[in-house]
């Protein structure tokens, strides 16, 4: 747990930071097509930027977290928890119904994380992997291939 943490939304002038949104989705392209239509917070600790999520508008009822990921030196300090549940309250103070996050159907990590925030499996969009990525990609022994869509009513 960190006592020095301040989440803000990052000003439209301020540089997109690809260095970490890449971390949890490896395409630039695919970033791209989802960035300039959405919301970025980062978090800072000791004045650095050590982690974001980015809140993207789908309609007007639902909300989706497209991108959320802290740096390595700082993950598993339950730093992914807070950002998680700022998620939720300004999805809520949006006026949104619901929020919603996709991951791979090898995340185990972030789906337990998920779950354990209040997340239920609502869909699952089979070799959206394979589709979309020109790599294969391969986490914790097995291939990256479905997305598993999760949802929180607010
Ligand atoms: N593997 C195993 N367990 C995990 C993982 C993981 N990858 N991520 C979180 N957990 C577990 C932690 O062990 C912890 O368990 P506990 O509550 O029983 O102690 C719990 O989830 C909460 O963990 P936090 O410390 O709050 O999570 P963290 O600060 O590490 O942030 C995150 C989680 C954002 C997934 C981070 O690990 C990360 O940036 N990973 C790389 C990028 C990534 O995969 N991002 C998500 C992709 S999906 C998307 O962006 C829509």
Known sequence: MTTDLTIQELKKTDPIPYHLLLLADPSKIAIDKYIYKSVIYTAECEGKCIGCYVLYPLNQETLEIKNIVIAEEKQGK???TILLNHAIGQA?????K?????T???SIGQL???QKV???ITAIKMDFFRD???DVIIENGI???DMIVLTKEL
């Open 98 to 102: 619901r929020i919603r996050i996709g």
């Open 143 to 145: 291939e990256c291939r």
């Open 92 to 96: 809520k103070l949006m006026g949104g």
């Open 78 to 80: 339950g730093i992914g």
């Open 104 to 106: 791979g159907n090898s």
């Open 112 to 114: 337990y994380l998920y």
């Open 118 to 120: 209040g997340f239920r």
């Open 132 to 134: 979309n990525y020109k």
